[in-house]
């Protein structure tokens, strides 16, 4: 045989593919927009204005570290809170460095098994914290089949699948989702800005 086998590194996506990443995490972010307003279009009217002018006399204060919310809530949003974290660190290291090395996997399954926790633990939260089901579950259910596809694709040796099931899963299921965690009144607003 004289062509060489290509490598995880050499079929990493290129610039082009990056292009097109952009346009889907901006249509994943809009396609969120979507749901959240659907939802929001759905509630009746007067809890509907109530919402809305709440979120008009909203002020975001300087932030400061406040862990006594973290520590008084159930142990599933604990260990929620702190995969995430540590899924969103990893996840950042993992797109940062190269793909294909042995580090690269060693980290990409820490980072899947954080993940897992993250999912597991937004449905075990749905029991422990009163406030039941909510839009940003949708999250768990995009982290799932995510995770699946970015797992199967890598196994079957469809990089690009993989790298985009991923990336999209880190930018959708960790920082948007993340950022809808810090709406005022939730836990991590409290934690980083207070009440």
Known sequence: MSGST?????????RTYWRGFWGRFVGGFALTLVILAGWLATLPAAQRDRMLAYWAGITVPAPSWHPAPLFAAPLS????????????VVGAVILLLPKGTGFHRALGWSWVASMIVVAVTSIVMIADVSGGINPLHVFTAITVLSLWGGLTGIRRGDVRRHAGSMAGLYGGGLIIAGAFAFIPGRLMWQIVFGN
């Not at 290509?6 to 290129?14: G, H, K, L, V």
């Not at 260990?79 to 995430?84: E, I, K, L, R, Y």
């Open 6 to 14: 290509p490598t995880i590194r050499s079929a990493w996506p290129d």
């Open 77 to 88: 949003v604990q260990v929620h809170v702190a995969s995430a974290v540590l899924a969103l």
